[in-house]
């Protein structure tokens, strides 16, 4: 046990057995692609008869409730849960151990309980106290950026503008695909494990002595923006980029008082269980980021939410800036490092926000422009440069391509991005339709054996119980079918870092566990209630299949097997719904 109060290391698990074989009848149209003899263990795919599931609510803004009565449980063997976490060896204990001490911060609350909203909002105040953070975080020269679409997309373009002009950036974002440290950027790089940990026990241990019954720990996300606070303020970042975590009023990065600039990305319909069932109230809660005398900026956003953000500004005496998209050919011929039309609108919003910060800082001599028509040089190259993983990203699956002795063209490639809202879910969709239909093109015009296959399109998709999947999937597949996209399978499967919430690789379940699939059965009733009016390739109204897996591990393997034994075919796979099962799916692909 640490001194002021640290966690006990984390029991290491035992040797994972080899997982035994099983059959099992898989629920694939005839007319569909051939799939691969069943030799998974204890592969699910249920039909929908298959399951007692509760009524689905009338309502298009009511979320789904969890069918719990009676839930679902199967057995998960240590070996399937196992399977995505090799290379346990590499993780250090400690911080394995620190690991342990964060999990223990997140919160069993239900996200829709109303005590949420504000939920003890003064209390950052006194952790702020706790920490000695008051002038640090004063001094600190900070962009903040509120939003419900894009807000991440902003700030990565935002830091890396302001990189790119020679300044050393801190960028706090979230969540986390993988691990943790992900959310706290120090000049573009993830901090590093040692200074993760040696930051995170001192907060840890300051915390610890002075909390108690009054004062409770702070819960997971709070703890994480205090981190950020003391990380940034040691390491002397010129400027701090900060993403806000949910809302904006009561979000714990709302303690900065005076920030350079503020930006609101996008607004939608998100987080309504706790923001509001309307777009006015939800852009009542990200305008609680405006502060007097900052300036601000936001994109076109609907009348509702644009009004309440005015009025908002005006009693602030804040000047609220439109911001359009960027002018592609400001770019000089360079594309965006973060891919899809959408992100036009994010870079402009970041091109503002940027310019501002330099202006404010009295740092404008450090851009240089070649031609009035175009952007600094250093702007090119920071949006041309931006990378964040899990937004429009397209990843092969180069374990396939290595067992196939292929240099390229993967038979096998998934599509990713974490969009989780109504509004994203098309944006999502149109991005597919764009870079699969440009694959074909490509595909086509390469003078290679498998240049004139088909290509057949894969779903595979979870969301968090609190989201609406029946405004979520409609948008997904109408937005597809209407450019001529449609999919021959949909996959439903858990989100398998719900063992583990902060990405470490060394707690896979002790035991065999009892894994509840009533939500994702849910989603595959949404599913297979949707109209799928138009035909498959093959002629065959092959995209009403669908399949729920006990495990994304199984789901990866299956849709290898398949993809080998249809080497003829691309598959293309988009995963959505949640950027945890987006975090997921790369750490799979990636061992």
Not at 220 to 242: N, T
Not at 328 to 339: C, R, W
Not at 421 to 431: G, I, L, N
């Amino acid at each position: 046990m640490r001194a002021g109060g640290g966690a006990s290391p984390r029991p290491r698990p035992a040797p994972l057995p080899a997982a035994t074989s099983a059959t099992a009848t898989l629920l694939v149209p005839a007319a569909s692609v051939a799939m691969p003899p069943p030799r998974l263990a204890h592969l699910l795919l249920l039909p929908l008869r298959a399951a007692a599931l509760h009524p689905l609510a009338p309502s298009p803004r009511r979320p789904l409730p969890r069918p719990l009565h009676p839930p679902l449980l199967l057995l998960l063997p240590r070996a399937m849960a196992g399977a995505a976490h090799a290379g346990v060896a590499a993780a250090s204990a400690e911080y394995e151990e620190v690991l342990g001490c964060l999990g223990s911060l997140i919160t069993q609350k239900v996200r829709a309980d109303t005590g949420n909203r504000g939920n003890q909002w003064e209390l950052m105040a006194k952790y702020v106290q706790i920490l000695e953070l008051e002038e640090p975080i004063a001094h600190l020269k900070v962009v903040h950026v509120a939003g419900t679409k894009g807000k991440g997309s902003t700030c990565t373009f935002a830091e890396s503008i302001l990189r790119s002009c020679g300044f050393r950036t801190g960028l706090f974002t979230s969540p986390h695909l993988m691990d943790v440290r992900e959310r706290f950027r120090l000049d573009g790089l993830d901090i590093s494990e040692d200074k993760f940990i040696r930051y995170f026990w001192w907060c840890w241990n300051k915390l610890k002595e002075k909390t108690g019954d009054d004062v409770p720990m702070p819960a997971y996300f709070r703890f994480l923006a205090l981190l950020a606070f003391k990380i940034f303020s040691d390491e002397k970042v010129d400027v701090a980029v900060l993403e806000v975590g949910l809302g904006g009023k009561y979000d714990a990065t709302n303690v900065v008082r005076a920030p350079v600039v503020c930006g609101i990305s996008s607004l939608g319909y998100d987080h309504m269980e706790i923001l509001g069932n309307t777009l006015g109230e939800i852009a009542g809660e990200k305008a609680g980021i405006l502060k007097k005398g900052v300036p601000a900026y936001t994109v076109p956003q609907p009348e509702e939410a644009m009004s309440v953000l005015m009025r908002r500004a005006s009693e602030l005496g804040v000047s609220l800036q439109v911001v359009q998209p960027l002018d592609p050919q400001k770019l000089e011929d360079q594309p965006l490092g973060l891919h899809g039309e959408h992100q036009y609108m994010n870079a402009g919003l970041a091109v503002a926000l940027a310019n501002t910060w330099l202006e404010k800082q009295g740092h404008l001599d450090r851009i240089h422009v070649k031609h009035s028509d175009t952007l600094p040089h250093q702007f090119i190259k920071g949006l041309s440069s931006a990378h964040l993983q899990g937004r429009a990203q397209i990843v092969p699956d180069l374990q396939l391509n290595s067992e196939n002795g292929k240099d390229g063209n993967s038979s096998l490639v998934f599509y990713l991005d974490g969009a989780h809202s109504p509004e994203s879910m098309e944006t999502c969709a149109r991005w597919f339709v764009h870079v699969t239909n440009n694959d074909r093109i490509q595909l086509g015009s390469l003078k290679q054996p498998h240049a004139d296959r088909n290509s057949r399109k894969i779903l595979l998709f979870n969301c968090m119980t609190v989201r609406d999947p029946q405004r979520l999937l409609p948008r997904l597949l109408d937005t597809c079918a209407q450019n001529g996209i449609h999919f021959e399978q949909a996959l439903f499967v858990p989100n398998q870092s719900q063992y583990n919430k902060l990405g470490s690789l060394a707690s896979p379940p002790s035991e065999r566990e009892e894994i509840d699939l009533s939500w994702q059965l849910s989603l595959q009733r949404v599913w297979e209630s949707l109209p799928h009016n138009n035909e498959g390739p093959n002629g065959a109204n092959s995209s009403r299949a669908s399949s729920v897996f006990e495990s994304l591990p199984l789901a990866i393997q299956w849709l290898r097997e398949t993809a080998q034994q249809n080497k003829t075919t691309q598959f293309q796979v988009l995963v959505t719904g949640s950027l945890h099962l987006v975090g997921d799916v790369l750490r799979l692909l990636k061992k």
